[in-house]
């Protein structure tokens, strides 16, 4: 409060009301007597207008009146002035009834005073706000003359599709920001109750199908779609749109990328793949979610991978008690460590270098910490690599699941959620019999304090050795772009999609489950080739070849999501799907001794690096395990 009166601009508008209090006075007083005054009233105006302006400015500071920045008045401004106005009137109208039982004093002119005032004060101010807007047009500030921008010829004039509230926050964000590089021209819409519309100073026009044609009528530079929930082939025909008009155009991240909801021009970035790939928003129980993460301490395995790390800045918008990131990598471990130290201001971080086989090490961790909630999403997953090298996938995929889920039981964790992977169903990789194992060592484990559960998707768009980045480095290369087969297909989801939902899983079990995320229609990757190269404003099979290179050791034609005999059972989630435990007809604890004993064998023939032994106790473990050829 005190730093306002540092404000000049405080006493530039407290001036301008006081003035406009008077004449709220004086002209509900005039109106009241037809503007012929008697010389009485008059002098009981005089005396009455000290204290109205005492108190009018009294209460209209208190009620945070002055608090409001001009170039942002809004309706909350607009709410908070008439109760201002509303309390200042009752005030004197009670201070008069208590000190002259209101004699003298018309109570009309105490309504009327009300109204202009709110009328003149909010005037006022939606005046200096337009003046402040027009500013930018005209390169001219009364109020900092040192401001002075760069001439209006310079700014990019910007063409916006769509006129929904997305678009609404970045019209605004531009039109405050006398910096901004951006002139908004229009608007484009579909909505035909939209178009011929006036949004925020700006013409609505439509539909989209036109944008060629009226952004060449308004001499847009660039466009922006600010189209958040247009997902799929709805996107798709935006982009050949807005590639027809030849301008560089921009989007903003879809609403599965953004947990609250809010946009800003920050979020503004070229038209990736994931735009048209028709994921749907993400709905989730945040209260559920909430019972589960905030104030509790939470372990993230993994954490400077690419799932990882997207489930430490999700989890942090739950406001956890403590974040303890685990992670094998080190440049992984600092990026995510600064990130979030940086950006999130997030104090409570522990950061561990530490692999996730290290027995002593991961007691060590957890003894300190105590974890609530344990999110392992550390893992060997790149199947060609992993496929040369097993014995570091059994020691990372199954040992170290092993461990983690022992130290985690040991220590008193709540939870403990694995990601999991559709290559671990009917695997014909060693990434993927690996991950298998670690779901049935989570499944065969007696009931206690820790719940366990597994989550179970298939590939994510951008994570660490996926095929998007490889496409678009081939792509920024001139081609050719690598593909290994034509009728090879795949499940694709967006990471940050991923790791909402494998959050409001971590809600949902109860222990020994392994959800399956719902992962749409599988998309074929030869025609996720074509698109990517389409989006780079290149033509494909002309301007970028794409090669057939035949499958690598242990890749699949297409995935799956369960196993044949798998029960599967729907959720609360539209989303999310599960299987039960599954005993296979075991007691419980015979069924753990055996694949503890399986471990044990498995883990001691990975010391011998012979692939060939190592695949043969996997197909133990695993039977419907097949290894499959080069091809």
């Given at each position: 409060m005190i730093q306002q009166f540092k404000n000049r601009n405080f006493y530039v508008i407290l001036a301008g009301d006081l003035v406009l209090f008077a004449a709220s006075l004086f002209l509900a007083y005039g109106i009241r007597y037809s503007l012929d005054v008697p010389p009485a009233i008059l002098r009981s105006i005089f005396l009455l207008l000290p204290w109205l302006l005492v108190v009018k400015t009294a209460v209209f500071y208190a009620m945070g009146v002055y608090r409001g920045m001009w170039r942002y008045t809004s309706v909350p401004d607009a709410v908070r002035l008439a109760k201002a106005s509303g309390l200042a009137s009752l005030i004197l109208i009670a201070a008069l009834t208590i000190v002259h039982q209101f004699r003298g004093y018309p109570r009309s002119v105490f309504m009327a005073d009300c109204i202009f005032t709110l009328f003149f004060c909010g005037g006022y101010r939606l005046g200096i706000r337009m003046l402040l807007l027009g500013r930018r047009k005209n390169r001219w500030n009364?109020?900092?003359?040192?401001?002075?921008?760069?001439?209006?010829?310079?700014?990019?004039?910007?063409?916006?599709?769509?006129?929904?509230?997305?678009?609404?926050?970045?019209?605004?964000?531009?039109?405050?920001?006398?910096?901004?590089?951006?002139?908004?021209?229009?608007?484009?819409?579909?909505?035909?109750?939209?178009?011929?519309?006036?949004?925020?100073?700006?013409?609505?026009?439509?539909?989209?199908?036109?944008?060629?044609?009226?952004?060449?009528?308004?001499?847009?530079?660039?466009?922006?779609?600010?189209?958040?929930?247009?997902?799929?082939?709805?996107?798709?025909?935006?982009?050949?749109?807005?590639?027809?008009?030849g301008l560089p155009f921009k989007t903003l991240p879809s609403l599965s990328s953004i947990v609250d909801g809010k946009v800003t021009v920050n979020d503004v970035r070229e038209v990736e793949y994931e735009d048209i790939l028709g994921r749907s928003p993400v709905h989730l129980d945040w209260t559920s979610i909430g019972h589960y993460l905030e104030g509790k301490t939470v372990a993230v395995t993994g954490a400077g991978g690419s799932i990882g790390s997207e489930l430490c800045r999700q989890i942090l918008r739950f406001k956890p008690a403590a974040l303890v990131l685990i992670e094998a990598n080190e440049f992984n471990l600092y990026r995510i460590d600064q990130e979030l130290r940086g950006a999130n201001r997030f104090a409570q971080l522990h950061s561990a270098l530490a692999r996730v086989q290290d027995r002593a090490l991961m007691a060590a961790l957890f003894g300190r910490h105590r974890p609530h909630v344990v999110f392992h999403a550390a893992a060997c997953k790149h199947v060609p690599l992993v496929e040369a090298n097993p014995r570091e996938a059994v020691l990372a995929n199954v040992v170290g699941s092993?461990?983690?889920?022992?130290?985690?039981?040991?220590?008193?964790?709540?939870?403990?959620?694995?990601?999991?992977?559709?290559?671990?169903?009917?695997?014909?990789?060693?990434?993927?019999?690996?991950?298998?194992?670690?779901?049935?060592?989570?499944?065969?484990?007696?009931?206690?304090?820790?719940?366990?559960?597994?989550?179970?998707?298939?590939?994510?768009?951008?994570?660490?050795?996926?095929?998007?980045?490889?496409?678009?480095?081939?792509?920024?290369?001139?081609?050719?772009?690598?593909?290994?087969?034509?009728?090879?297909?795949?499940?694709?989801m967006l990471i940050s999609e991923a790791c909402q939902l494998i959050l409001q899983a971590g809600a949902m079990g109860t222990g020994g489950e392994i959800f399956i995320l719902e992962m749409g229609t599988p998309v074929r990757i030869a025609d996720m080739a074509r698109d990517m190269i389409r989006l780079s404003g290149k033509v494909p099979d002309q301007d970028i070849q794409i090669v057939y290179t035949g499958l690598r050791p242990g890749e699949k034609l297409y995935e799956e999501l369960i196993t044949h005999g798998e029960g599967i059972v729907a959720t609360g989630h539209e989303k999310i799907m599960v299987l039960k435990r599954n005993g296979h007809g075991h007691p419980p604890g015979d069924l753990d001794r055996q694949i503890r004993d399986q471990m044990a064998r498995l883990a001691a023939e990975a010391e011998s690096f012979d692939a060939v032994r190592i695949k043969a106790v996997l197909k133990e473990i695993v039977p419907e395990y097949a290894p499959a050829s080069a091809g």
């Amino acid at each position: 409060m005190i730093q306002q009166f540092k404000n000049r601009n405080f006493y530039v508008i407290l001036a301008g009301d006081l003035v406009l209090f008077a004449a709220s006075l004086f002209l509900a007083y005039g109106i009241r007597y037809s503007l012929d005054v008697p010389p009485a009233i008059l002098r009981s105006i005089f005396l009455l207008l000290p204290w109205l302006l005492v108190v009018k400015t009294a209460v209209f500071y208190a009620m945070g009146v002055y608090r409001g920045m001009w170039r942002y008045t809004s309706v909350p401004d607009a709410v908070r002035l008439a109760k201002a106005s509303g309390l200042a009137s009752l005030i004197l109208i009670a201070a008069l009834t208590i000190v002259h039982q209101f004699r003298g004093y018309p109570r009309s002119v105490f309504m009327a005073d009300c109204i202009f005032t709110l009328f003149f004060c909010g005037g006022y101010r939606l005046g200096i706000r337009m003046l402040l807007l027009g500013r930018r047009k005209n390169r001219w500030n009364i109020w900092d003359r040192g401001a002075l921008d760069e001439p209006n010829e310079r700014r990019i004039r910007l063409m916006i599709v769509g006129a929904g509230d997305a678009a609404v926050s970045i019209i605004r964000e531009i039109q405050s920001n006398s910096r901004s590089p951006y002139d908004i021209v229009a608007c484009v819409d579909d909505d035909p109750r939209k178009i011929g519309q006036i949004l925020l100073g700006l013409p609505v026009r439509g539909p989209i199908a036109k944008l060629p044609l009226l952004a060449g009528r308004c001499g847009a530079q660039e466009i922006l779609i600010a189209m958040p929930s247009v997902v799929g082939n709805d996107m798709r025909q935006i982009v050949v749109t807005c590639k027809a008009t030849g301008l560089p155009f921009k989007t903003l991240p879809s609403l599965s990328s953004i947990v609250d909801g809010k946009v800003t021009v920050n979020d503004v970035r070229e038209v990736e793949y994931e735009d048209i790939l028709g994921r749907s928003p993400v709905h989730l129980d945040w209260t559920s979610i909430g019972h589960y993460l905030e104030g509790k301490t939470v372990a993230v395995t993994g954490a400077g991978g690419s799932i990882g790390s997207e489930l430490c800045r999700q989890i942090l918008r739950f406001k956890p008690a403590a974040l303890v990131l685990i992670e094998a990598n080190e440049f992984n471990l600092y990026r995510i460590d600064q990130e979030l130290r940086g950006a999130n201001r997030f104090a409570q971080l522990h950061s561990a270098l530490a692999r996730v086989q290290d027995r002593a090490l991961m007691a060590a961790l957890f003894g300190r910490h105590r974890p609530h909630v344990v999110f392992h999403a550390a893992a060997c997953k790149h199947v060609p690599l992993v496929e040369a090298n097993p014995r570091e996938a059994v020691l990372a995929n199954v040992v170290g699941s092993g461990v983690l889920m022992d130290v985690a039981e040991e220590y008193g964790v709540a939870r403990f959620v694995q990601v999991s992977t559709d290559k671990a169903v009917r695997p014909t990789s060693v990434m993927g019999a690996t991950k298998r194992v670690a779901e049935i060592f989570l499944q065969s484990r007696l009931p206690g304090h820790t719940r366990f559960m597994a989550v179970r998707f298939g590939n994510v768009l951008g994570s660490s050795g996926s095929v998007a980045p490889l496409f678009q480095q081939q792509i920024r290369d001139g081609g050719p772009v690598t593909v290994t087969h034509p009728e090879m297909t795949r499940y694709f989801m967006l990471i940050s999609e991923a790791c909402q939902l494998i959050l409001q899983a971590g809600a949902m079990g109860t222990g020994g489950e392994i959800f399956i995320l719902e992962m749409g229609t599988p998309v074929r990757i030869a025609d996720m080739a074509r698109d990517m190269i389409r989006l780079s404003g290149k033509v494909p099979d002309q301007d970028i070849q794409i090669v057939y290179t035949g499958l690598r050791p242990g890749e699949k034609l297409y995935e799956e999501l369960i196993t044949h005999g798998e029960g599967i059972v729907a959720t609360g989630h539209e989303k999310i799907m599960v299987l039960k435990r599954n005993g296979h007809g075991h007691p419980p604890g015979d069924l753990d001794r055996q694949i503890r004993d399986q471990m044990a064998r498995l883990a001691a023939e990975a010391e011998s690096f012979d692939a060939v032994r190592i695949k043969a106790v996997l197909k133990e473990i695993v039977p419907e395990y097949a290894p499959a050829s080069a091809g």
